[in-house]
């Protein structure tokens, strides 16, 4: 072989040999480094991908990055959050991170631990702030209150989140803060591997999640937690993957409606009151019954579901299974469902069961309509206390 064949072949060996390492690193110049985040964001900016290999991080958050402008972040890029980082999104600031089903938007631990990072927390009231196609994973190191999660909300913040993963928190998945916290979209959202709750909300933001939303598998409890407080608005809820677990006293003073298939769990001394001014509708189908229960099954575990004066032709319980409740020795509310002052309610082809005290307690010219189909099994003192 000739002299410049051998230099022509030894060169095309020289550029496979580079193609194959640019492969190795998508292409990428080895002198650049992933951008630094931290400090305050007071000027609109949209973050870009520095690399082409989706496996590199393009920027690092380090410490506590503030969010105090308008912050846009594109499709398939990767955050590394360094120990005890967090994402703070201020009052004027708005974060849109919409990644794409093949091009999902990372943030993640630089090392694979639960907490090795804090949060992100919302509190802004912007429309702007959307999380969309992202992965968030070895959050939750926080202890301070309303930040023990990987995404919270607090003040009058809100946030539309679709198709979303949160996983491998130290503590809780996504809460929900206040009462004004809005969640105009809540969807096909994946919350796994959490130490604690998946989805902790407040009774406000019930109507946003549905069954397309899947927190069941991996979490130290698989169910929503829901803060008790008083509701002035109409409200649904929807039925969920899994159950709900209602904390302390929920006061429904509108129309409320409880959808077939709904499996509620009531914590220790759990109450639901019916306002004068609300209704209660727990209408389900032989096929999908509704279910309110202790969250452990024992009697009294919970206290009651009391009509205070409402009288609405709209509190109907149909195909509902209640039980070991019974928990208050208050009058009127020595059973699982109390009333008082002519307030009004009917059941049919419904269950009330596992009383510590009275299935029913009627008081002050209430009226319980009974249309039939209706089971009483268990009640320490009796049925029906009229």
């Not at 020289?14 to 630094?36: H, M, Q, R, S, Y």
């Not at 309303?146 to 928190?169: F, H, K």
């Not at 469902?337 to 082809?349: C, D, Q, R």
């Amino acid at each position: 072989m000739t002299l410049p064949r051998i230099l022509f072949f030894a060169v095309l060996a020289l550029l496979f040999t580079a193609c194959e390492k640019d492969d190795d690193n998508g292409g990428d110049d080895p002198t650049l480094d992933p951008i630094i985040l931290s400090g305050s964001e007071t000027a609109p900016r949209t973050l870009e991908s520095i690399f082409n290999n989706p496996a590199t991080a393009d920027y690092i958050v380090d410490g506590t990055w503030s969010i105090n402008a308008a912050v846009t972040v594109e499709p398939g890029i990767r955050f590394l959050m360094t120990p005890g980082a967090r994402i703070d999104i201020g009052s004027s600031g708005s974060l849109t991170a919409e990644g794409t089903s093949d091009q999902p938007i990372y943030i993640e631990g630089e090392a694979e631990a639960r907490g090795y990072w804090d949060y992100i927390r919302f509190q802004s009231n912007n429309p702007n702030n959307i999380l969309d196609y992202c992965i968030i994973s070895h959050g939750g190191g926080s202890s301070f209150s309303n930040r023990e999660a990987s995404v919270s909300l607090v003040g009058n913040a809100q946030l539309s989140m679709t198709n979303t993963t949160i996983r491998e928190s130290q503590r809780n998945g996504f809460i929900v803060t206040s009462s004004d916290n809005r969640l105009p979209l809540f969807q096909n959202n994946t919350v796994t591997g959490c130490e604690q709750y998946p989805i902790g909300i407040r009774p406000n933001q019930l109507s946003a999640i549905d069954e397309t939303t899947d927190f069941t598998t991996g979490n130290g409890f698989n169910k929503i937690a829901m803060d008790g407080t008083s509701i002035d608005v109409p409200l649904t809820i929807n039925k969920v993957a899994g159950p709900y677990l209602f904390v302390g006293t929920t006061s429904f003073n509108s129309n409320t409606e409880i959808s077939p298939g709904t499996y509620i769990e009531m914590g220790p001394g759990a109450r639901i009151q019916v306002g004068s001014s609300g209704s209660l509708s727990m209408i389900g189908t032989s096929s999908d019954r509704i279910t309110i229960t202790g969250e452990q099954p024992a009697k009294g575990y919970w206290d009651y579901i009391y009509y205070n004066g409402t009288n609405s032709p709209e509190n109907q319980i149909k195909y509902t299974d209640i039980s070991y409740g019974g928990g208050s020795t208050f009058s009127g509310r020595d059973a699982i469902i109390g009333t008082n002052s002519s307030a009004f309610f009917s059941m049919e082809n419904s269950s009330i069961t596992n009383s510590m005290r009275y299935g029913i307690t009627l008081r002050s010219n209430s009226v319980f309509e009974d249309l039939g189909g209706n089971v009483f099994e268990g009640n320490e003192e009796g049925d029906i206390n009229d």
